[in-house]
Nanobody, 115 residues
């Protein structure tokens, strides 16, 4: 099992930026992909950005051009740089790791964007 710890959430005004970090530890072998998901109140959890072991990246249409996912393999870290934040980006953001045995989740970090 992989343990994931997110950090970097907080309160920011619309138009501002935040950088989320996720540290992976434990059984970090055979990771196929890492990603960021978010869940707003009353809504389903959705993929924000993902990066595969081969470096392929995909983004939700709503964040393209504003968010950037990156990975630091040597430190088992994945980041989400969020720029030009909007109130609709307000949600709990979760880090996730995909392995052959399944998906692991972090505990989540709150991002609140005020208008």
């Amino acid at each position: 099992q992989v343990q994931l710890v997110e950090s970097g959430g907080g309160l920011v005004q619309a138009g501002g930026s935040l950088r989320l970090s996720c540290a992976a530890s434990g059984n970090i072998f055979s990771i196929n992909a890492m990603g960021w998901y978010r869940q707003a109140p009353g809504k389903q959890r959705e993929l924000v950005a993902g990066i595969t072991i081969g470096g392929s990246i995909n983004y939700a249409d709503s964040v393209k051009g504003r968010f950037t996912i990156s990975r630091e393999r040597a430190k088992n870290m994945v980041y989400l740089q969020m720029n030009s934040l909007k109130p609709e980006d307000t949600a709990v953001y979760y880090c996730a790791v995909d392995q052959p045995i399944g998906r692991s989740w972090g505990q989540g970090t709150q991002v609140t964007v005020s208008s």
